[in-house]
């Protein structure tokens, strides 16, 4: 299930993202094409998958990654964020708590 976010990600067209890792091993993101993905894609590791309207990639962010729209219009997918598979239901809860004591403390501006 989704731990820390679940939106909306709109790419502009003929754009391509920096290449980088979020460094986080804990969990794994989904993306899947909403509108827009006729010529886009994520390259992970040097690896080039198409990101395509109705289907789900699941991306492991601890590897370099790229997003990428050659497309003439926005490309929108809906992102979800899950715990990594490997993770034990002990490590989840210590997780949850772990974020859970850091949004107590953290400002929130909409």
Known sequence: YAHRFCGIARQGPKSRGAVHSDRRNYMLSTLTGLEGCSSCGIMVNDE???IESGKTLV???????QVWNDADVNRFVLMVEVWHPSLTKEERKAMRTLFALKDMYSAVVL
């Open 48 to 50: 080039e998958r198409p």
């Open 59 to 65: 991306v492991d962010n601890t590897f370099l990654h």
